[in-house]
C-alpha cells in the first residue's frame, strides 16, 4: 500500500467525519446543558457530558482510519458512498431532530437507522477488514448505548 496514498486518505476522511460533528454540534445548539435536555427523564446509565466530546472524538478518529483502510479494499465504490453517505446524514440528522426540534420518537428511529447501518458495515465488509473491522466496534457500541439512551427519554418524558 502506499503510504502516502493512506496518508491523503486519512486526511480526507479525518476532514469529513470532523465535518460531521461540527455541522451537529452546530444544529446542537444549547443541546445537553438547554433548559429543555436537562429537564428531561434521563437513563441511570447516562454519562456525563464532557464524555460525549471525548466518545464522538476517539469514534471519528477510529472510523476515519477504518475508512481509510477500507476504501482501497472494496470494489463497489458507489455503494460504499452510498452507505457512507448515507450514514453522515443519518449523523448529522440527529441533533437538529432531537435537541432543536424536540423530537424524541424520530431522533430514536435515526439513531436506530444509523446503528443498523453501522452494523451493516461491520458485517458487510468484514470479509475485506478482518481484524480492522475493530476500529468500527467504538461506534457501534456508542450507537448501541446512545440509542438506549434516546429509547429510554422516548418512553419515560
Known sequence: MNKSNMFYRLIIFFLINFGVLAVGGFFTGKGVPSEWYSDLIKAQWTPPGWVFGFAWTMIMICFSIYMAFLWPAV????????????????????????FYY????????????LTILVGVFLLLYWPE???????LLPYFIWLLIATSLNGYILFRN
Open 75 to 98: 470494489e463497489n465504490k458507489k455503494m460504499l458512498i452510498g452507505l457512507f453517505i448515507f450514514q453522515w446524514v443519518l449523523n448529522v440528522g440527529w441533533n437538529p431532530t432531537f
Open 102 to 113: 424536540h423530537n424524541v420518537l424520530f431522533g430514536f428511529a435515526i439513531i436506530s437507522g
Open 129 to 135: 477488514m478482518k481484524y480492522k473491522t475493530i476500529l
